[in-house]
C-alpha cells in the first residue's frame, strides 16, 4: 500500500497523547517542510504499516502550518494518527533519522506495551514508548550506533530548547531510582538514557521504570 502524506491545516480534536515537551507558540510567518523529511515519514508510514495488527489503520499528517513545537498521536476507533506540527519540522535538529525517532515514539504510544498510562487504556507510558522506539522500531532503518546516538541527542536538544534546560548528554547518567514507576514525563537525562538502554537492549532505566517485585 502506497504510503499518503497529508498535509492539514487545522488541529485533529479528539484523544491526543503529546509528546513529552508540551505546545510552545512561536511567531513562523513560513514553514518549510523540507523534502527529505517527507520522503522520510512516507517510509516511516509503510514500514509503520507492516507493523500493525490487521484491523488497525495509521495515517501520518505534517501540520506544516501549526508552529507549536510538538507531535502527537490521536486515536479515532481503529484509525490511529500521527501528526507532527510545524514548529517541530522547522527545528534544525530535526534530522532525517531524529524524525524516526520521533514518530517511533509516537507509534511506540501504540505498540509499546505496558507500562500503560492507564487501567485499560491502550497508550504505552512516555518512558515505554521511549524504549520501544529504540529497542524495536529504529532497527527497521538498520542505523549504525553513530547514527542513532546523534539522533537520540538531536531529539533531545529540542526537547531541552522548549524546556529552557540544559540538554542532556550520552556520556551522563541519570542515577536516581523511582520507588514506582513513573506514569508521566520522566526527565531528559533519564529518556536519553532510556533510548540508548533500548538501543543497546539494556533494562529499563530505574530514573522512571521500577519493576514488580
Known amino acids: ?35 527529505e523529511l517527507e520522503t522520510v515519514s512516507e517510509e516511516f508510514q509503510t514500514t509503520a504499516e507492516t ?21 502527537e498521536i490521536v486515536k479515532a476507533s481503529d484509525v490511529f494518527e500521527i501528526t507532527v506540527m510545524g514548529g517541530m519540522l522547522s527545528q534544525p535538529e530535526l534530522t532525517p533519522d531524529a524524525l524516526i525517532l520521533l514518530l517511533c515514539h509516537e507509534l ?42 546523534y539522533a537520540a541527542e538531536n531529539l533531545t536538544k529540542i526537547y531541552a530548547k522548549v524546556g529552557s534546560t540544559t540538554p542532556p548528554k550520552v556520556d551522563s547518567c541519570d542515577e536516581r531510582e523511582v520507588e514506582r514507576t513513573n506514569f508521566g514525563y520522566p526527565g531528559l537525562q533519564c529518556r536519553l538514557d532510556t ?13 522512571w521504570f521500577k519493576a514488580d517485585l
Not at 508540551?22 to 523540507?34: A, I, N, T
Not at 529504529?138 to 550506533?145: A, G, L, N, T
Not at 533510548?195 to 530514573?207: D, E, K, N, Y
Open 108 to 149: 511506540g504510544h501504540l505498540l509499546g506495551g505496558d507500562p500503560k498510562k492507564s487501567r485499560g487504556g491502550w497508550s504505552s507510558t512516555e518512558g515505554q514508548a521511549d524504549y520501544f522506539s529504540s529497542s524495536e522500531c529504529v532497527r527497521h532503518w538498520r542505523m549504525s550506533e553513530d547514527r542513532f546516538l
Open 195 to 207: 533510548l540508548v538502554s533500548g538501543w543497546r537492549l539494556s533494562p529499563r532505566p530505574a530514573c
Open 1 to 35: 500500500m502506497k504510503a499518503a502524506i497529508l498535509i492539514f491545516l487545522f488541529i485533529i480534536q479528539g484523544e491526543a497523547l503529546a509528546l513529552c515537551v508540551p505546545g510552545l507558540d512561536l511567531k513562523v510567518s513560513e514553514l518549510d517542510v523540507k523534502a
Open 51 to 71: 507493523l500493525l495488527p490487521s484491523q488497525l489503520k495509521l495515517t501520518l499528517k505534517l501540520d506544516v502550518l501549526n508552529p507549536r513545537i510538538n507531535a
